[in-house]
């Protein structure tokens, strides 16, 4: 008989792939009843940890009512970190549950605190992690969270005493501040709040705080960029059973900042992973925030990101049950999913929200925000003042950079790119802040004038060829650099190129991908570039305008150089008066609106959509209020029933 | 036949390190610094700052070497064979011998580049053991129709309508597929993007009916979220395969052989199943051999418009950061591949024709 591959076989190998098939499938169903078994596992042991405990209080719990009647009068002192949330919860409709779904537009790599390198991650992070302090959104003034109290030690005096006495005994700046007798300018005591626990149940301590700063500083954890943040505090020691001192070298006004925004972490959970683990882990999150991850250890990346709310929360607990986050890189897959109500929020460009609010039954069904982000940053456009060679290049002189700036017609820049959602930007302070100088005029958008400025500096059209020359006949053209396959700084270069050749300057629009950019921007090698710089509540503009910043790799890179400027900045960081300060920014402001080393373009604003059914939704001095104030009434939720 | 495997085998790895070194060498010498794409995170900081971050990555990577070293280093690393630490491997003594390959640590990532490419492996492989038999067994039927019935209706028509679909961008088709079929202003069949819902968790695993309402179940509702980007992924290549296998028949169907059988009273259908099918298969073996490194190599842009995370989205996120570890160690595994499949076809080639052999 033949040997034939017949309809038979066929028959019987499909039935065979089926089954291996099925049996694969099978196999998937175990793993997830698996991994279920062990989540249901870790919470049981959780809840038995919280019992335990719980028994084992009744013999402490004599000692606490007595200190709490003690500490009476030192509540009220303590400022309520949750009024906010209080307030929510006394609205009409208030309700608990429901969950919050919203979209990243890229994949997240590591939630783990320290070695996660994304924005996104982050943003997970703060619902988890909590800091010393945080700004009360709408005064803006710090509010006591895991501390319960702090106070600031002026020792600048002293510190300016022993540098002045050693500079004059011929050390150098740097053997100051090796010095170990330098007095430290500022300290910082907090004291931290008792009762604030970490989502398992152990409270929070000072030794906790000490570890959040010397975990990192460890070298052998990949944290190279919190430990460059860590190395401005000179030390972080505990000084009490309930105490911490942080300790500066130098007089800086964002010390009480950058204490207060330390990531606490509890060290019983992190100090028990190898360094070498915890450089590989993905998902070793756990904190003492309102939210957590189900199990704090055992996050994928690609598995969908959910954060539960943390019942076992020291504080008053948010209204959402979860937050989870899809990971969503398409732009248009981020709209539909949106548009189709499958995410709750969603940020839109300038062009998108024009298209979507012509929508009726989009705008029917969601909430619509347009807002002038306090922390949002600006656009701008630097003019390089130094050529190749090191000699002043034609933006050295201050005419051409003012001439330059009235050639530009931001408010149409506005009305074209930013669709109308923007403002012009007269420096680098955002109109919100309190740095920004009201008094300071944007620049007029005058060709005339500009060309008259432009012959003052020297540069007239002497060949009658359409394009001006300088004195020795070279006529003024130069390369505009941006990042490119952005469609919107490709517009921004051509609508330049048009108002530029009105005056007769020829610009040639030079796009760059952005690694090849960055490496132009830090060596030096480009004559004018158009960027944007992010913003916040108070910004220090130190590392863009200061002379002594115009190094290699320094973010002057125009190497910009205004005497009074570089004297008022180093005065306002060391001024912990705030009032004093802002007058100080203020007048950092109109010198620069003056001198223009870069061409402040625009301040755009947010548009945020988010869906109607969510509660609770406000303005405030930091954007958007935060989303633990946010709630869904009973009726409306969808996700719990 | 062995000598020639055995020939093949050893020629692979000239070739690999040829290609690791020209991609090694390339992304070295081209302009910007590892740490330039991580500065758009680090706005903020101060240069002293982010001279110490670039100070403790090249310490820890090595980057301060002379490209040539570095380049040997990770050679070494990658081979089972070569310098090794004393107490590692086999022999245990000596510094030279067979060691566990380590494909290293991805500096932006930061995590071994190992466990990324074993998470984003699974996504391709599905979606292209899906795609690839739908597409043989779309193109193969297509082909033999229209080679039978050579320049009628269903040969013209065919052919014009696969090469249009042919001619249609995939990134074009993607966003409009989207637009159409996953959103709520026409038809919302389906799901926008990733491979499961967010209630995924808690679904039960085959589909359900409770209190009369239909519930999907984990199992369908994958098998839901992939059919969008397997119907992008599948539509343009049924030209090609289908056109090769017409061919293949149409030539086939004029041999002498086929002309005998005919002479000796069988029918058509007889011919054309029982002896033209098995001759005209054996070109799309040898195509089958190319299409395995593009099988792991990914779609992109499959990847990219409906979320999933697969090779070929990690090879464009891992270029774009100049990530330079996770680039060299998956164009070596995607080398090994390819290079192994071509080796496999062309053995597969000998078996399936025996007037094939190599000597």
């Given at each position: 008989m033949e040997n034939r591959f017949g309809i038979k076989d066929l028959v019987l190998l499909l039935l065979l792939v089926v089954l291996?098939?099925?049996?694969?499938?099978?196999?998937?169903?175990?793993?997830?009843?698996?991994?279920?078994?062990?989540?249901?596992?870790?919470?049981?042991?959780?809840?038995?940890?919280?019992?335990?405990?719980?028994?084992?209080?009744?013999?402490?719990?004599?000692?606490?009512?007595?200190?709490?009647?003690?500490?009476?009068?030192?509540?009220?002192?303590?400022?309520?970190?949750?009024?906010?949330?209080?307030?929510?919860?006394?609205?009409?409709?208030?309700?608990?549950?429901?969950?919050?779904?919203?979209?990243?537009?890229?994949?997240?790599?590591?939630?783990t605190p320290l070695v996660s390198s994304d924005a996104y991650a982050s943003l997970v992070q703060s619902y988890v992690l909590e800091t010393l302090a945080d700004r009360d959104p709408d005064t803006l003034e710090w509010r006591p969270l895991l501390a319960s109290s702090w106070r600031t030690i002026d020792n600048i005096a002293a510190y300016d005493a022993f540098v002045d006495t050693k500079k004059k005994a011929g050390a150098t700046e740097e053997q100051i501040a090796k010095?170990?007798?330098?007095?430290?300018?500022?300290?910082?005591?907090?004291?931290?709040?008792?009762?604030?626990?970490?989502?398992?149940?152990?409270?929070?301590?000072?030794?906790?705080?000490?570890?959040?700063?010397?975990?990192?500083?460890?070298?052998?954890?990949?944290?190279?960029?919190?430990?460059?943040?860590?190395?401005?505090?000179?030390?972080?020691?505990?000084?009490?059973?309930?105490?911490?001192?942080?300790?500066?070298?130098?007089?800086?006004?964002?010390?009480?900042?950058?204490?207060?925004?330390?990531?606490?972490?509890?060290?019983?959970?992190?100090?028990?992973?190898?360094?070498?683990?915890?450089?590989?882990?993905?998902?070793?999150?756990?904190?003492?925030?309102?939210?957590?991850?189900?199990?704090?250890?055992?996050?994928?990346?690609?598995?969908?990101?959910?954060?539960?709310?943390?019942?076992?929360?020291?504080?008053?607990?948010?209204?959402?049950?979860?937050?989870?986050?899809?990971?969503?890189?398409?732009?248009?897959?981020?709209?539909?999913?949106?548009?189709?109500?499958?995410?709750?929020?969603?940020?839109?460009?300038?062009?998108?929200?024009?298209?979507?609010?012509?929508?009726?039954?989009?705008?029917?069904?969601?909430?619509?925000?347009?807002?002038?982000?306090?922390?949002?940053?600006?656009?701008?456009?630097?003019?390089?003042?130094?050529?190749?060679?090191?000699?002043?290049?034609?933006?050295?002189?201050?005419?051409?950079?003012?001439?330059?700036?009235?050639?530009?017609?931001?408010?149409?820049?506005?009305q074209e790119i930013l669709l109308g959602y923007g403002v012009q930007a007269t420096g680098p302070f955002n109109p919100l802040s309190k740095q920004y100088n009201p008094d300071v005029k944007p620049w007029p958008f005058d060709v005339a004038r500009a060309k008259a400025l432009l012959k003052e500096a020297g540069f007239e059209d002497r060949n009658n060829d359409g394009v001006i020359e300088s004195a020795d006949g070279m006529p003024f053209e130069f390369k505009l650099t941006f990042p490119g396959g952005n469609a919107n700084y490709e517009r921004m270069a051509l609508s330049f190129k048009d108002s530029f050749a009105r005056a007769g300057i020829v610009l040639k629009p030079d796009p760059l991908d952005w690694s090849v950019m960055v490496e132009r921007l830090n060596k030096k090698n480009f004559e004018a570039i158009s960027l944007g710089w992010t913003a916040g509540i108070e910004s220090d503009v130190f590392q863009m305008f200061h002379s002594s910043q115009a190094v290699a790799d320094g973010d002057n890179f125009m190497s910009y150089k205004n005497d009074e400027l570089d004297k008022l900045i180093l005065d306002a960081r060391r001024t912990l008066d705030e009032t004093k300060r802002m007058e100080m920014w203020r007048r950092v402001h109109e010198i620069l609106a003056d001198d223009l080393p870069y061409t402040f373009l625009s301040f755009g604003k947010s548009l945020v959509f988010v869906d109607k059914r969510i509660d609770n939704i406000g303005l405030t001095k930091v954007g958007l209020n935060p989303r633990v104030e946010w709630f869904v009434p009973g009726p409306q939720q969808r996700w719990t029933k | 036949m062995l000598s020639y495997i055995l020939r093949r085998i050893l020629l692979l790895f000239p070739t690999l390190i040829g290609i690791t070194m020209v991609v090694f060498f390339v992304m070295a010498l081209s302009p910007g610094r590892v740490t330039d794409s991580l500065q758009a995170s680090e706005a903020n900081m101060r240069p002293e700052e982010r001279q110490r971050i670039e100070a403790y990555l090249k310490k820890r990577y090595g980057l301060g070497d002379p490209l040539v070293v570095q380049y040997g280093r990770w050679l070494n690393r990658v081979s089972p064979v070569g310098f090794k630490e004393a107490g590692e491997g086999f022999p245990r003594s000596t510094t030279i011998g067979f060691k566990t390959p380590d494909l290293g640590e991805s500096f932006i990532r930061r995590r071994p580049v190992l466990d990324i490419i074993l998470e984003a492996l699974p996504v391709t492989l599905l979606l292209n053991l899906i795609t690839i038999p739908i597409v043989y067994v779309v193109s193969i039927t297509s082909g033999i129709w229209a080679a039978r019935k050579r320049g009628q209706a269903f040969d013209v028509t065919s052919g014009v309508v696969l090469l249009a679909l042919y001619s249609m961008p995939e990134i074009w088709i993607g966003v409009m597929v989207l637009g159409f079929f996953a959103s709520?202003?026409?038809?919302?069949?389906?799901?926008?993007?990733?491979?499961?819902?967010?209630?995924?968790?808690?679904?039960?695993?085959?589909?359900?009916?409770?209190?009369?309402?239909?519930?999907?179940?984990?199992?369908?509702?994958?098998?839901?979220?992939?059919?969008?980007?397997?119907?992008?992924?599948?539509?343009?290549?049924?030209?090609?395969?289908?056109?090769?296998?017409?061919?293949?028949?149409?030539?086939?169907?004029?041999?002498?052989?086929?002309?005998?059988?005919?002479?000796?009273?069988?029918?058509?259908?007889?011919?054309?199943?029982?002896?033209?099918?098995?001759?005209?298969?054996?070109?799309?073996?040898?195509?089958?051999?190319?299409?395995?490194?593009?099988?792991?190599?990914?779609?992109?842009?499959?990847?990219?418009?409906?979320?999933?995370?697969?090779?070929?989205?990690?090879?464009?996120?891992?270029?774009?950061?100049?990530?330079?570890?996770?680039?060299?160690?998956?164009?070596?595994?995607?080398?090994?591949?390819?290079?192994?499949?071509?080796?496999?076809?062309?053995?597969?080639?000998?078996?399936?024709?025996?007037?094939?052999?190599?000597?």
């Open positions: 291996i098939v099925s049996v694969w499938l099978a196999m998937q169903q175990y793993d997830r009843q698996w991994s279920e078994l062990r989540a249901i596992r870790s919470t049981l042991d959780e809840q038995g940890q919280s019992i335990r405990s719980l028994r084992d209080r009744p013999a402490g719990v004599a000692q606490v009512v007595t200190t709490t009647q003690a500490s009476v009068a030192t509540t009220a002192e303590m400022t309520d970190p949750f009024v906010r949330i209080r307030a929510a919860e006394a609205k009409p409709g208030f309700a608990r549950g429901d969950w919050l779904v919203d979209s990243f537009g890229n994949t997240v790599g590591k939630l010095d170990k007798d330098l007095p430290s300018a500022i300290q910082i005591v907090f004291k931290l709040r008792p009762g604030a626990r970490f989502s398992d149940g152990t409270p929070v301590t000072a030794d906790d705080v000490v570890f959040s700063y010397s975990f990192p500083m460890d070298e052998k954890i990949n944290a190279p960029r919190a430990r460059a943040y860590l190395s401005r505090f000179r030390s972080v020691e505990k000084t009490g059973p309930d105490e911490v001192t942080f300790s500066f070298a130098e007089p800086y006004f964002e010390a009480f900042e950058l204490a207060a925004s330390l990531s606490i972490l509890p060290k019983h959970f992190y100090e028990k992973f190898p360094a070498e683990d915890f450089n590989a882990s993905v998902g070793y999150l756990l904190g003492s925030g309102p939210y957590r991850l189900e199990n704090a250890k055992s996050w994928k990346p690609g598995t969908l990101i959910q954060l539960v709310r943390n019942e076992n929360y020291w504080g008053v607990t948010p209204a959402f049950e979860r937050l989870v986050w899809k990971e969503i890189p398409s732009d248009i897959a981020e709209l539909a999913s949106f548009r189709n109500g499958d995410t709750d929020a969603f940020s839109a460009m300038p062009e998108q929200y024009r298209e979507m609010i012509k929508d009726a039954s989009l705008i029917s069904r969601t909430r619509q925000f347009e807002y002038q982000n306090p922390v949002g940053g600006y656009r701008y456009v630097a003019w390089n003042q130094k050529k190749e060679d090191g000699k002043p290049s034609r933006f050295a002189d201050k005419r051409v950079r003012q001439a330059l700036t009235m050639l530009i017609d931001r408010d149409r820049l506005i | 709520r202003d026409y038809l919302q069949w389906f799901p926008t993007s990733g491979t499961h819902d967010v209630l995924a968790a808690q679904m039960a695993f085959l589909p359900v009916f409770v209190d009369g309402v239909f519930h999907r179940g984990w199992l369908l509702d994958a098998v839901w979220h992939l059919i969008l980007p397997i119907i992008v992924m599948t539509y343009g290549s049924f030209a090609f395969m289908s056109k090769l296998m017409r061919s293949s028949v149409l030539e086939n169907l004029t041999a002498d052989y086929a002309r005998t059988a005919r002479a000796k009273g069988l029918t058509e259908h007889v011919v054309l199943f029982r002896h033209v099918l098995s001759n005209s298969v054996l070109p799309l073996i040898t195509v089958a051999a190319s299409i395995l490194p593009g099988l792991l190599g990914g779609a992109v842009i499959v990847e990219s418009i409906f979320g999933l995370n697969g090779m070929g989205k990690l090879m464009l996120e891992a270029i774009k950061t100049k990530d330079q570890e996770l680039i060299l160690s998956q164009t070596f595994v995607v080398g090994i591949i390819g290079l192994g499949s071509l080796i496999v076809a062309d053995i597969c080639y000998a078996i399936a024709d025996p007037r094939v052999s190599y000597e």
